[in-house]
């Protein structure tokens, strides 16, 4: 017998909100003051606004904002779709160069230019054990969960101004375990 979804998933591809315990867990350590690529539907913390659909995270000059003193640790769950992926990791490079600690929760994409380009400079990878089960809304309106098909890590980009980053080799971190289910 398979198994048939018995509403329909309004939720759109980018859209998906990040698991509340991972969300949790890496807010403990690292005190969150910025959901930089949500909004009010799927944010954790506070929030960049988008303009005419467009993600102001990404047209800002620096994420650390005058008229916010004093943040500067950043959550990045960034939309997933063609291209954007590669805006934002190339965005929490360069903010995370600027001072930022910039945490990411991104797909293990070894074979991608923007994993060699981006995420190949962090300085901390760590693994997800299992497929995180990302949350999306059904035309009910019913909170949902479903997996991408393919795993995930966070990716830390916390640079030390006063330390040479020639060498792009990232700390392998320790693994992130799920909640059972």
């Not at 807010?27 to 960049?48: G, I, K, L, P, T």
């Not at 943040?71 to 600027?98: C, H, Q, R, W």
């Not at 060699?116 to 299992?130: D, V």
Request: hydrophobic share 35%.
């Amino acid at each position: 017998m398979s198994h048939k979804r018995v509403s329909k998933i309004i939720t759109s591809k980018d859209e998906w909100q990040t698991p509340q315990w991972l969300f949790d867990l890496l807010d403990q350590e690292f005190h969150f003051q910025v959901d930089a690529a949500a909004d009010e539907m799927n944010s954790r913390c506070r929030w960049f606004l988008k303009k005419g659909g467009e993600f102001d995270a990404l047209t800002m000059t620096s994420w650390m904002r005058s008229d916010w003193p004093q943040v500067n640790t950043f959550f990045l769950n960034p939309p997933y779709s063609a291209g954007n992926i590669d805006k934002f990791m190339a965005k929490a490079l360069e903010e995370s160069k600027k001072g930022a600690v910039v945490v990411c929760l991104v797909p293990c994409a070894t074979d991608t230019k923007w994993w060699h380009n981006y995420a190949m400079k962090a300085q901390e990878i760590r693994f997800i054990k299992g497929r995180v089960r990302f949350v999306g809304y059904n035309e009910k309106g019913e909170q949902i969960k479903n997996s991408p098909t393919f795993s995930s890590c966070v990716v830390i980009f916390k640079h030390d101004p006063g330390k040479d980053y020639r060498i792009d080799t990232p700390w392998i971190g320790g693994t992130i375990y799920q909640p059972k289910r």
